[in-house]
């Protein structure tokens, strides 16, 4: 019993620390991609636009994937803090290529096409699925 709390009392606290750094850059992520999306997300939510739900849910997974990877895979807190920023540089490079690649993506959330959505999100799960493979080693 006590091997179990000597445990718990050293590695919950790192634990707790991994875990921080790793939601304070998934909230970052986010942030970043809100800021450079063409179209206002959460303006667009509150108005009830099922597109821009499926599109920012999806970008918020696509995002967590890598950065689980890294969590998982890092033994210190500095590799999670690097190779989460590089996950999220690779992640919204990915809706910059997808957004070339879905000519009228903008007008098309806007105008709640939940088929545009789905594809923006595909495009950025399989990129998320491949990054955290490619993470993990």
Sequence with gaps: MDTIV??????????????AVTLGLLGLGAAIYTAVTPFQEFQLVRAGNVAAGIALAGTVVALAIPLGATLATSLVTLDILVWGLVALIV???????????IPGLRGMIEADNPAAACV?????????LLNAGAMAG
């Design 91 to 101: 992640q919204l490079l990915t809706f910059l290529f997808a957004s070339r690649l």
């Design 6 to 19: 000597e445990t718990l009392s050293t590695g919950l606290p790192v634990l707790l620390i991994q875990l």
């Design 120 to 128: 923006l999100v595909g495009v950025q799960l399989a990129v998320a």
